[in-house]
């Protein structure tokens, strides 16, 4: 209980410094954050799924992709409210993707792994060739509405959304429910035997994580006022979603944001130096390296600096 509380201070702590951000930065620097707000939002879906199960999705582009068009598509033609088209789409990505992806959860590992990718890439190919007129073809759609317009007001929005994500499926893996999915990942075989129907708990997982991927594929394409083929379906926007979790540290939830921040303003720092090519295979560099010699990713350097604060405190009370 008390680690549980020590850990609530610390989301509270990234909170208020997270609202305060506006007062110190630049607006350039907000529509940075802002980006690395969506992205520890996809981040964290992958997670939820891949991170806690070990099944390793490269399907996510695919969901973000049913949210992105479903909900572009009833303003772009129909006009609808943005109230009503965000909430639409997050069902969709839900039931689309339950339909798509339910024969893959039967499979395992590199099967698994090739069936999402398979997905993607037919989503990928239908959205410029299956009927144009709806989907704007390579084109994409363009001058959609905006929830909110501004770089302040945007930035908030991503981060409280983000934020509400984050804490959610923070206490959700501390259920039992989220023990059994980490249970999958080590050792399935264990979990079936024990009783457990796995398949339900993999399709509970992958639900939560398409519901993610939704709001935030919904919120993102409304943010841009643009939605793309090869924006969404590009292999460097996965490579990019599957980096930040790995940096930061599968499997925590935490570690995904954090991994989030972390390749947003490296990507930034790199950008005016090394061409796009050559960044990706940077990224891909350090998330080995730092996978291969701290397999938590920087979540885990992070806890343990945590717990040093929080026994220095412990110790200046006693004194």
């Not at 460097?236 to 925590?252: C, D, E, K, P, Q």
């Amino acid at each position: 209980v008390v680690r549980f509380l020590d850990q609530i201070r610390w989301w509270l702590l990234f909170a208020a410094v997270m609202c305060l951000l506006p007062l110190v930065v630049s607006t350039g620097t907000l529509r940075i954050f802002i980006f690395a707000n969506f992205l520890a939002i996809f981040a964290m879906s992958w997670d939820i799924l891949s991170g806690r199960t070990g099944y390793i999705s490269f399907g996510h582009p695919f969901l973000i992709g049913i949210a992105g068009y479903t909900t572009a598509m009833l303003t772009y033609h129909l006009g609808w409210p943005l109230y009503t088209t965000i909430p639409i789409a997050v069902v969709a990505t839900m039931i689309g993707g339950t339909l798509f992806f339910l024969p893959a959860l039967r499979t395992r590992g590199t099967y698994f792994a090739l069936v999402t990718l398979a997905f993607m890439e037919v989503m990928y190919h239908s959205m410029q060739v299956v009927q144009p007129k709806l989907t704007g073809g390579t084109r994409g759609l363009s001058g959609l509405p905006t929830l909110v317009s501004g770089a302040i007001p945007n930035y908030y929005l991503s981060f409280l959304v983000m934020f509400a994500i984050g804490v959610g499926l923070w206490l959700l893996i501390r259920t039992r429910l989220g023990i059994a999915l980490d249970a999958i990942r080590m050792d399935e075989d264990a979990v079936r035997s024990s009783g457990l129907n796995t398949t339900r708990l993999k399709l509970f997982a992958f639900m939560v994580s398409a519901m993610v991927a939704g709001i935030g594929g919904a919120l993102y394409i409304h943010y841009l006022g643009s939605i793309a083929p090869r924006g969404i379906f590009e292999i460097n926007f996965l490579f990019t979603i599957l980096v930040a979790a790995l940096l930061g540290g599968a499997g925590s939830i935490v570690g995904p944001i954090i991994g989030a921040f972390f390749l947003t303003f490296l990507l930034e720092l790199l950008r005016p130096y090394i061409p796009g090519a050559a960044r990706y295979l940077i990224y891909g560099v350090i998330a080995l390296v730092l996978y291969y010699y701290a397999p938590k990713g920087i979540y885990s350097f992070v806890e343990l600096l945590r717990i040093r604060l929080t026994g220095l405190s412990q110790a200046k009370k006693n004194d």
